[in-house]
T-cell receptor
Framework: SQTIHQWPATLVQPVGSPLSLECTVEGTSNPNLYWYRQAAGRGLQLLFYSVGIGQISSEVPQNLSASRPQDWQFILSSKKLLLSDSGFYLC????????????FGEGSWLTVV | QQQVKQSPQSLIVQKGGISIINCAYENTAFDYFPWYQQFPGKGPALLIAIRPDVSEKKEGRFTISFNKSAKQFSLHIMDSQPGDSATYFCAASKGNAGNMLTFGGGTRLMVKP
């Protein structure tokens, strides 16, 4: 079966510190992978998507970056966090066979203090 | 540019009542319209989806109504229950262009017992 894992679940980081959120998927190959951000009580903002290893498309300019070192691994990073980076970060994916549907992970709560 | 507009932002319904959430889209190339349900602290989960070749799709107490000419679609929750209290997102995508989903802004539903 296809599963998605995302960690850490909760993170409190000081302003100016680095960030690394990891997402891994299993059960299929060559999936599309996505990073979304959701500010408290707000909608879903697409940050990055990837259609393959090393292929990253950015939707919103910011101090975040994404990488896909393995087919099953998607990482969201920042060198220096800002207060405005606080939010709920969601990894999502679509695989051949899931049709047009994308499926979300459980999310990571980031609070920048 | 917001391509999918969702209303209302929040909704309070009595137990047993009908919850109705509406979405309007602009891009006539959209051909897939899913609804996601999100509980606090969790990732959104696919609830029900429709394609424009049908005007209605029903799954249990959840029904999507689709009006292609008006470029509108809506979610109806019949016999609403307190357990339905969540945030609902409509979305739309087109073709196989990475199946990029464009989300509405979300509706926070509260069902009062």
């Amino acid at each position: 079966s296809q599963t998605i894992h995302q960690w850490p679940a909760t993170l409190v980081q000081p302003v100016g510190s680095p960030l690394s959120l990891e997402c891994t998927v299993e059960g299929t190959s060559n999936p599309n992978l996505y990073w979304y951000r959701q500010a408290a009580g707000r909608g879903l903002q697409l940050l990055f998507y990837s259609v393959g290893i090393g292929q990253i498309s950015s939707e919103v300019p910011q101090n975040l970056s994404a990488s896909r070192p393995q087919d099953w691994q998607f990482i969201l990073s920042s060198k220096k966090l800002l207060l405005s980076d606080s939010g709920f970060y969601l990894c999502a994916w679509r695989w051949q066979g899931s049709g047009n549907t994308i499926y979300f992970g459980e999310g990571s709560w980031l609070t920048v203090v | 540019q917001q391509q999918v507009k969702q209303s209302p932002q929040s909704l309070i319904v009595q137990k047993g009542g009908i919850s109705i959430i509406n979405c309007a889209y602009e891009n006539t190339a959209f051909d897939y319209f899913p609804w996601y349900q999100q509980f606090p602290g969790k990732g959104p989960a696919l609830l029900i989806a429709i394609r424009p070749d049908v005007s209605e799709k029903k799954e249990g107490r959840f029904t999507i109504s689709f009006n292609k000419s008006a470029k509108q679609f809506s979610l109806h929750i019949m016999d609403s229950q307190p357990g339905d209290s969540a945030t609902y997102f409509c979305a739309a995508s087109k073709g196989n262009a990475g199946n990029m989903l464009t989300f509405g802004g979300g509706t926070r539903l509260m069902v009062k017992p």
